[in-house]
């Protein structure tokens, strides 16, 4: 990157986005900006049209924010909402248009997640909305297709189906090799700025968050430690289950091993690694949804 980009001392790629072939498109998309203390903002598309050979500046770190990081860059537009993963295990989801839009390029922003000491964020997800009510999101979830019960739905066949169709699964990933795939119904909306909610349970035994992101099935992930251990898998091989648990063993690490990368990859035909998997480690929920 260093010879496409002009890169200052100490500088990184944080985020590398596709956009639309046809620039008269940029104009209904914004670009959300998260960083690691929790601060969010929103741009106009339009402001990074014309960007000069030597760079633009998007935000500036200075101050108190001195020491404060990039973690994620994505596209939204009006009808999206936002969604913040945290090392500790926590997780927000607010709309996007509760962040005003920033004329200025000179601030970090407004808060978007607030953090207890030590905890960061380490994941910036756009979630789409699915026009369903809070009723219509648990009365889904007790009788959601890829649930192991035997509940009756409550909500009419075509109901049902028209939010499966409109369901996203979000997959969490931890240092020590555990992770779980959880549908974005359980993840409710509230205001920017709160503490979040449960992503995963139990992080003294699956490590800090490496990353949390939308994956479906058809899809891959690649998992790589800090020993140069990679494995890939089909999202399809993890079982959806409830988001305030603490998952399954993905990747089976050895002694002081960490998983520090997660990265989805579209589905190339190619027959994936086996992972190890164990259903045995999954720990059930037992917490009611009702109560965060």
Request: charged residues 30%; contains cysteine.
């Amino acid at each position: 990157m260093i010879n496409l980009l002009p890169l200052a001392k100490d500088e990184t790629i944080s985020t590398v986005l596709p956009l639309p072939e046809d620039e008269n498109e940029w104009g209904k998309l914004h670009v959300m900006f998260a960083t690691a203390k929790g601060s969010v903002r929103r741009n106009s598309m339009d402001a990074f049209t014309n960007v000069p050979s030597n760079g633009k500046i998007a935000m500036k770190f200075e101050g108190e924010d001195a020491d404060d990081r990039l973690i994620g860059v994505a596209l939204l537009n009006e009808e999206d909402d936002v969604l913040l993963a945290s090392r500790n295990g926590r997780a927000i989801r607010f709309m996007g248009t509760d962040i005003r839009e920033f004329q200025s390029r000179n601030s970090t922003g407004v808060r978007g997640m607030t953090l207890k000491d030590g905890d960061e964020v380490m994941s910036l997800t756009i979630l789409r909305r699915s026009g369903a009510t809070p009723e219509e999101r648990e009365a889904y979830l007790r009788a959601a297709p890829w649930k192991d019960n035997d509940n009756e739905a409550t909500l009419s066949a075509e109901r049902m189906a028209e939010m499966a169709e409109r369901e996203q699964f979000i997959l969490t990933v931890c240092a020590n090799g555990y992770g779980k795939r959880s549908s974005s119904y359980e993840y409710r909306r509230t205001n920017r700025g709160g503490q979040g909610i449960t992503n995963i349970d139990n992080i003294a035994r699956n490590g800090p968050v490496v990353a949390s992101f939308p994956a479906r099935d058809g899809e891959q992930i690649m998992l790589v430690t800090d020993q140069a251990k990679m494995i890939r898998m089909e999202v399809s091989g993890m079982r959806v289950i409830g988001r305030n648990t603490a998952g399954v063993r993905l990747f089976d690490v050895a002694d002081a091993e960490h998983v520090v990368s997660a990265a989805l990859i579209g589905d190339t035909g190619d027959e994936a690694e086996e992972a190890d998997v164990d259903p045995a480690t999954e720990v059930t929920d037992t917490t009611s949804d009702a109560s965060e």
